[in-house]
């Protein structure tokens, strides 16, 4: 009935909603015109500190690269298949606080094959970041075989 | 004559750390603290010198890629992220709280669909404020990795004044 992929931004939710482990976090997409926002939900399963109390850092990191797949989804589109990680840097600025995390990110190039992507993460102000990621992420077009198939 | 014999060699090589051997005891016990780690069902499974290992059971909740059905690489980050920490711990000789400064990860391959990964985190220097930790990913050999990390971890300020201050103070182990 409807053809070829959907709207950009139906894209990125449904790209989100496919992955089994960014629905065990409670992970959703908020969208304003074009821009996405991720929100991680805050639950106490998610502390990893709690003398602090504290968000445990390795659910922040995981949060920034679901927030860059989503948006590559979102800007340059994925053809049904996720793009995939092949590495990434993160800062830790701040400790988590025990609420919501919000993150955005920032297609900073998109080659034929690979997307540098920049993403920043926080929690009570948006100029307050509590963490920021940098990768590089495998297109997975049809017509691009990833390298361990050829 | 001295009171405590000279140590030899031999004593550097081994860096017994009464430390790490006491968290050896209860490390199958060490992430029950750690909620999100209860959550992940993350396991450590052995802490030697300055060295955590460590598991991520595979579950079909924490897959990434529904088309592949490979486990999602936050749980990987999230792993290596703990064992870094423990690695941290485990390398010093007195309980002190770290935080992760940075962290940098290179997936080598996608990990076996359906399969959980192990992980070895390894603290390889220790300096005043800071240690500097490598990890590695893998199913079953660690020689084919799925994923290396290197990371930087923040030490508590008060074992930098601990060092400072007393030097001695960082052999009586103990918490204050």
């Known amino acids: ?150 | 004559m001295p009171e405590t014999p000279p140590e030899s060699p031999a004593d550097h090589c081994e860096a017994p750390s009464p430390l790490f051997e006491r968290l050896k005891g209860f490390a199958a016990q060490m992430l029950q603290a750690v909620p999100h780690a209860q959550a992940l069902g993350l396991e450590i499974t052995d802490i030697q010198f300055a060295k955590a290992f460590g598991r991520a059971p595979y579950r079909e909740e924490l897959v990434g890629d529904p088309e592949t059905g490979v486990i999602a690489g936050g749980v990987i980050i999230t792993l290596l992220d703990n064992l870094g920490g423990v690695a941290v711990v485990a390398a010093l000789e007195e309980p002190t709280s770290v935080a992760t400064l940075d962290l940098r990860i290179d997936y080598m391959r996608p990990a076996a669909a359906g399969r959980g990964v192990c992980a070895m985190a390894h603290c390889y220097h220790v300096a005043r404020s800071v240690a500097f930790v490598r990890a590695v990913a893998y199913e079953d050999n660690p020689d084919d990795p799925v994923a290396h990390a290197s990371g930087v971890f923040m030490l508590d300020a008060k074992h930098d004044r601990r060092r400072r201050g007393d030097p001695g103070g960082l052999k009586k182990g103990g918490r204050e």
Do not use: C
């Open chain 1, 1 to 150: 009935m409807s053809g070829p992929p959907s709207s950009p931004p139906q894209n990125a939710a449904d790209a989100l909603a496919a992955i089994p482990y960014a629905r065990f976090l409670g992970v959703r997409p908020e969208l304003r015109g074009d821009e996405l926002t991720l929100v991680l939900p805050y639950r106490d399963a998610l502390i990893g500190n709690p003398m602090l109390p504290a968000l445990h850092g390795g659910v922040v990191g995981a949060f920034m690269e679901l927030t860059a797949v989503a948006q590559l989804a979102l800007t340059a589109g994925v053809g049904g298949h996720l793009p995939k990680t092949i590495d990434m840097s993160i800062d830790y600025l701040r400790s988590g606080r025990p609420s919501d995390v919000f993150a955005r990110a920032r297609v900073v190039k998109v080659g034929r094959r690979i997307a540098n992507v920049a993403v920043e993460a926080w929690q009570h102000a948006r100029a307050e970041p509590i963490a920021a990621l940098r990768g590089h992420f495998l297109m997975r077009a049809a017509e691009n075989p990833t390298p361990e198939e050829s």
